[in-house]
């Protein structure tokens, strides 16, 4: 029986480490924290229960198709609710709830801009057709070779794909309103750059906000890591939950071996892994520069330096004595200047002067997230990778700020009644996912970033390594991420049959 060993258990990791063990590999996964998830773990304080990173689900025919190609359907491990409105976006003119049912939001559309309905139905067809090509054949690809792309489906539909046109102009081909316009390019706001520098194929991310919806996992979403976590372990695969990866010890052009520091009854333990491959799910930067001895990196730290970063953020996890009126469940505010935010995040980086922020509802949803009579609240405001002046000061002012115009705009005064609070930002990704440069959210889907020209799923220098993740192929997100251990996967047993 052949042998992995998986270096964190992320989402891509555990994709990668359950499709393995479906073929009969024998799969060790290495954990640093506590508990499976990587970036979406989860704490409880005083009775809340705090999903840590992840609190969008889209796409979820991705999650559908996963457990799928196990036997089992997402029901079999959580409850989806579909959230109606799908979001409230608030403007410096007001709010504008985005309803889950298409005929309305075209209305709503229409009310807003004459002739933009019909416009909302070119843009979504266009739309639909980069999703089914873009989530259905190009994010399977595992960007090895320009030889991938020899697909007559993929030449034929390359224009309609839209790769060399940005998403700004795109959108504005098809709106002039400013609130419709802003309201289409958000979505690419995930994908880690600005509107003018991410290409038109994501346009495939509106087809999945307004045709699949926006969903919610019912206890959280740290329910999609336990479901994975589960499912590995049904499949076999073993464990080891406070497990540093310390050094990868190559021989020749292999790895032969991890050696990890793991952490038991307080007692830490130094712990030698041998594996026929060894597949890297944490910080993909971290482990060639941290893990790796120079002669077995694949990328020159200039490289490294060139690669253009999604954002990193500045998180409160918020408890409040008291339930909120007139909120929905997820909420944007965009009643700041749009492009100065965008603008300090990737052509000028610094702290925000007057942030955009979105806020997670979710006790709003799901009772069982904060005690009865309370709710619970998670700000998010994206700020720069690579910022190093992260303190406790700085992040006490911008949360002021934010709560600030938080009670003003929404006529909901929290200040006096929040009973937990716990911040999170660039020191504490790096800390606790040795991310580079603090990213969030991992390597920014810009076109020269893009499938063959990201950081390649293999190691150049050791044959039995592989990557996944957000920092490889197909990109940030969480259902990318199922998809890189997929593809990853796949790579493997092809290459050890």
């Not at 479906?22 to 304080?45: I, S, T, Y």
């Not at 520098?197 to 336990?226: C, R, V």
């Amino acid at each position: 029986m052949k042998k992995a060993i998986v270096i964190g258990s992320g989402f891509a990791g555990m994709s990668a480490a359950t499709f393995l063990a479906k073929e009969g590999w024998e799969v060790d996964v290495l954990e640093k924290h506590a508990v499976p998830g990587g970036r979406a773990r989860v704490f409880k304080e005083k009775g809340f229960t705090f999903d840590m990173g992840p609190s969008w689900y889209w796409m979820p025919d991705v999650f559908d198709r996963y457990f799928e190609c196990f036997g089992k359907k997402v029901s079999d491990y959580y409850r989806l609710i579909r959230l109606d409105p799908s979001y409230r976006v608030y403007y410096n003119d007001g709010p504008m709830d985005v309803p889950a049912d298409y005929e309305a939001l075209k209305k709503l559309f229409e009310s807003i801009e004459p002739g933009s309905s019909i416009k909302l139905d070119a843009f979504l067809k266009e739309a639909a057709y980069k999703y089914q090509v873009g989530i259905h054949k190009l994010v399977h690809k595992p960007g090895r070779s320009v030889t991938e792309f020899l697909d007559m489906d993929l030449a034929k539909g390359l224009f309609r794909l839209d790769v060399f046109t940005s998403m700004k102009s795109h959108v504005r081909k098809y709106f002039s309103n400013p609130r419709l316009v802003q309201l289409m390019e958000f979505p690419v706001l995930f994908l880690g750059a600005l509107p003018s520098e991410i290409p038109a194929l994501y346009s495939l991310m509106n087809y999945a906000d307004i045709k699949l919806g926006t969903w919610y996992p019912h206890g959280g979403m740290f329910n999609i890591a336990d479901a994975m976590y589960k499912l590995a372990t049904e499949l076999g695969v073993k464990f080891h939950f406070n497990c540093d990866a310390e050094k990868l010890i190559p021989h020749n052009k292999k790895i032969k071996k991890i050696i990890a520091t793991e952490t038991l009854d307080g007692k830490q333990i130094k712990k030698e892994f041998e594996a026929d491959v060894f597949v890297g799910g944490a910080d993909y930067h971290f482990i060639e520069t941290q893990l790796l001895p120079e002669s077995h990196q694949s990328y020159s730290a200039e490289y490294w330096d060139k690669r253009v970063m999604a954002p990193s953020c500045l998180l409160y996890y918020v408890g409040l004595n008291k339930k909120l009126t007139g909120i929905t469940h997820h909420s944007l505010f965009f009643d700041v200047d749009f492009d100065l935010h965008g603008k300090e995040i990737y052509s000028n980086p610094q702290w925000p002067t007057e942030p955009l922020f979105y806020v997670s509802a979710p006790s709003q949803t799901d009772n069982t997230v904060a005690p009865e009579g309370c709710e619970n609240l998670f700000f998010l405001i994206p700020v720069a990778a690579g910022l190093n002046d992260d303190n406790h000061e700085l992040r006490e002012q911008y949360f002021r700020k934010i709560v600030d115009r938080y009670e003003k705009i929404t006529g909901n005064y929290i200040s006096e009644s929040i009973i937990f609070k716990k911040s999170y930002a660039v020191a504490d990704f790096k800390r606790d996912y040795n991310a580079f440069k603090g990213n969030a959210y991992g390597l920014a889907n810009t076109l020269w970033q893009t499938s063959i020209l990201k950081p390649s799923l293999k190691s150049k220098k050791a044959d039995n390594l592989y990557y996944t993740g957000q920092l490889t192929v197909p990109g940030p997100g969480v259902p990318p991420s199922l998809i890189s251990g997929e593809v990853v996967s796949k790579e493997i047993i092809k290459a050890f049959k």
